[in-house]
């Protein structure tokens, strides 16, 4: 018996279907064997693919939202990945790449509300009992320093070492205009020598 | 995916705690009954025992350093676990005006109205609770950034709605200092 689960969100609908894995003790009602999935963004191409597709898409939105949260746009997928994720003109341009050779890929561009209503769609899915398939879900975790760094601009980040280089510079200078303490004039008296004692 | 390890442990830094107060601040400014409705989703969701009472609420909230009346008690770790999940109940709630404020498909002069009156909300709100020499509050102050920064808060607060958003924003709130 063939089960769906649709999850929607204004401009986004994700659909899944499968069977329910009855080998694993799973119930009839628990999508457990994924056979298929559409995920229709507003006024775009529907998109339909497989269980490795969908793990794809949220290994790389979701880092995406992650990151985005914190202030910092960024891209996700490697090449060889058939999905990435990048800020485009202030906006976010995700990549289906093909399977099939000499097959352009397909780049749907979603503004800051779109790409939030598939990010509730994937978190939705995520917490659904009524879904066991076996999927990779990344994570959210604290951003480093270093990930952080190009979120402050640059005249901002470099202005406090400038600062500090420019004072001990001028700092510099005014210690060598200074004049140098010259040696007393008089002539140092003459030492006599110790009379031996006998 | 930052490969940083999960300290569940700890509390929020400093700049967690201003940019929760700050998220928590704005959706006062989108919501007019929004402080009542943090203690209404208090006690809806069984934070009582955080949270007695709006005193109680308030006080935790005042351990922002950019408030104006600003209490030197740390915060614990279920306190703001308490805080992100009314805060991820009240985005959830707002969720239609987020999205409607983040959409390029909205007619320009409406949507730029109403991301006119949030931010005149919001610097209301800023002016009567927080204190005014801190860079940060001027920042957000600031005709040149604070439009730039009112949009970084809701586009986190469309990120933190939903199910999904307590565990991201908690990561978020723990990041490094930049």
């Known amino acids: ?198 | 995916m930052a490969d940083a390890p999960v300290q569940p442990q700890r509390s929020l830094s400093r700049r967690g705690l201003e940019r929760l107060d700050l998220l928590l601040l704005s959706a006062e400014a989108l919501d007019l009954n929004g402080g009542e409705a943090m203690v209404w989703l208090s006690e809806e969701m069984g934070l009582t025992d955080l949270f007695p009472n709006r005193v109680e609420l308030w006080k935790r909230r005042c351990s922002n350093p950019l408030r104006r009346t600003t209490r030197r008690d740390r915060i614990t770790e279920a306190e703001a676990d308490g805080l992100i999940r009314i805060l991820n109940a009240l985005a959830d709630r707002l969720y239609p005006m987020l999205r409607s404020l983040l959409s390029s498909a909205e007619p320009p002069q409406l949507s730029e109205q109403r991301w006119a009156l949030f931010r005149g909300r919001l610097q209301e709100l800023l002016k009567e609770r927080f204190n005014p020499r801190r860079g940060g509050v001027q920042r957000l102050l600031d005709p040149q950034e604070g439009p730039q920064l009112c949009r970084e808060l809701i586009q986190t607060m469309a990120l933190s709605a939903g199910s999904g958003g307590f565990t991201r924003l908690k990561a978020s709130l723990m990041d490094a200092a930049a």
């Not at chain 1, 979701?62 to 800020?87: C, F, N, T, W």
Request: glycine share 8%; charged share 20%; with cysteine.
């Open chain 1, 1 to 198: 018996m063939k089960l769906t689960s649709r999850y929607e969100q204004t401009s986004c609908r994700l659909v899944l279907e499968g069977l329910p894995d009855l080998s694993a003790g799973q119930s009839s009602q628990t999508i457990g064997i994924l056979t298929g999935f559409s995920l229709a963004l507003a006024g775009k191409t529907e998109l339909e693919g497989q269980r490795d597709h969908l793990q794809a898409l949220l290994n790389v939105v979701l880092p995406y939202a992650r990151g985005l949260i914190s202030g910092v746009a960024r891209p996700q997928g490697a090449e060889d990945v058939p999905v990435a994720i990048r800020p485009v003109d202030g906006q976010h341009e995700l990549e289906l790449r093909s399977s099939q050779p000499n097959t352009p890929p397909l780049r749907l561009p979603l503004d800051d509300a779109e790409l939030s209503d598939l990010v509730r769609c994937l978190d939705r899915l995520q917490l659904d009992p009524q879904v066991a398939v076996p999927l990779q879900w990344p994570a959210p975790q604290p951003l480093r320093r270093s990930e952080l760094r190009h979120r402050l601009p640059l005249a901002r980040r470099v202005a406090a070492p400038l600062t500090g280089i420019a004072a001990l510079l001028v700092a510099g200078v005014l210690a060598s205009l200074l004049p140098t303490p010259k040696p007393p004039a008089s002539a140092p008296a003459a030492v006599s020598t110790p009379a031996r004692g006998g």
